[in-house]
């Protein structure tokens, strides 16, 4: 069964400032999708960024950025010039094409941004 | 327009009782799912359906009987509810898992 691991139970960052979420998944297979969900203290789950795992390009969402490294089955999550709004539990999450077709998530980074 | 609609988003209810969250989703979406989000925030999948029909069923208490009347509408129902029962519960669709899921606001559940 496919894990995904966030190791960070919490993180803070300053407004402005750059930061970025760890997550690791576990997997043999090759033809998968990896997701960011953000939710924030209305617990609305929102989609924040896509990454498709034979695209060698890291997605990216205006502030949001991945770094996909596909050998060492690494997706973090770069937020750049932080907002308070950003503050919110981020998941990150697996999904296997042709397997479960289920979206497996990891146990979620709560970050708090400072003013 | 709300493209994930859960009803609704609060619910209180006593130990015993049996009880509905209604989800209905205006996106044309093939599959519909349920998800648990424990006090620890952490995500789990209870049922899935695609078209009406149930493909995924987790481990899952009896006691939760997903029902689907047409694709967009996937309703959760819940007999003799339990303390440990109380979460959050999502709805969630999509037009195939890989573009990702489109989720409802919650139903937060709270049994006393």
């Known amino acids: 069964a496919q894990t995904v691991t966030q190791s960070q139970p919490e993180m803070s960052v300053q407004e402005a400032e750059t930061v970025t979420l760890s997550c690791t998944y576990d997997?043999?297979?090759?033809?998968?999708?990896l997701f960011w969900y953000k939710q924030p203290p209305s617990r609305q789950m929102i989609l924040v960024i896509r990454q498709e795992a034979y695209k060698q390009q890291n997605a990216t969402e205006n502030r949001f950025s991945v770094n996909f490294q596909k050998a060492a089955k690494s997706f973090s999550l770069k937020i750049s010039d932080s907002q308070l709004g950003d503050t919110a539990m981020y998941f990150c999450?697996?999904?296997?094409?042709?397997?479960?077709?289920?979206?497996?998530f990891g146990k979620g980074t709560k970050l708090t941004v400072n003013p | 327009d709300t493209a994930v609609s859960q009803t609704p988003k609060y619910l209180v209810t006593q130990m015993g009782n049996d009880k509905s969250i209604k989800c209905e989703q205006n996106?044309?979406?093939?599959?519909m799912y349920w998800y648990k989000q424990d006090s620890k925030k952490f995500l789990k999948i209870m049922f899935s359906y695609n078209n009406k029909e149930l493909i995924i069923n987790e481990t899952v208490p009896n006691r939760f009987s997903p029902k689907s009347p047409d694709k967009a509408h996937l309703n959760l129902h819940i007999n003799s509810l339990e303390l440990g029962d109380s979460a959050v519960y999502f709805c969630?669709?999509?037009?195939?898992?890989?573009?990702?899921?489109?989720f409802g606001s919650g139903t937060r559940l709270t049994v006393v």
């Open positions: 997997t043999s297979e090759n033809n998968y999708y």
């Open positions: 999450a697996f999904f296997l094409q042709g397997g479960s077709e289920k979206l497996v």
């Open positions: 996106l044309g979406h093939d599959t």
């Open positions: 969630a669709s999509s037009p195939q898992g890989n573009y990702g899921y489109t």
